[in-house]
């Protein structure tokens, strides 16, 4: 059974930082796939915030994050990581890990003093 599992999340100050983590599992290939994280909050739609892409590492980043978040994976593990810095209140989410048609459950960030 493919399963993403997200682990990281939690209260932070603004100008704190997170680190997120997406394990992986069940998938019958081993080999590196396109990691994207999504973050979303009631009453906007979702947003895809960085991916890392499957072939050459890649990635990605939306804007509203670029310089303050950097997305890596260690293939070794299933893993791949959002460290994310300088957060913002605007940051606080629901962080969602996705692989193709599977997501993980999410982990809840808020940023709050």
């Known amino acids: 059974q493919v399963q993403l599992v997200e682990y990281g999340g939690g209260l932070v100050q603004p100008g704190g930082s997170l680190r997120l983590a997406c394990v992986a599992s069940?998938?019958?290939?081993?080999?590196?796939?396109?990691v994207s994280w999504f973050r979303h909050t009631p009453g906007k739609e979702r947003e895809l915030v960085a991916s890392i892409f499957s072939i050459d590492g890649n990635t990605h980043y939306a804007n509203s994050v670029k310089g303050r978040f950097s997305i890596s994976r260690d293939l070794a593990k299933n893993t791949v990581y959002l460290q994310m810095n300088s957060l913002k209140p605007e940051d606080t989410a629901v962080y969602y890990c996705n692989i193709g048609l599977t997501w993980g459950q999410g982990t809840q960030v808020t940023v709050s003093s």
């Open positions: 069940g998938f019958t290939a081993a080999r590196p796939r396109t």
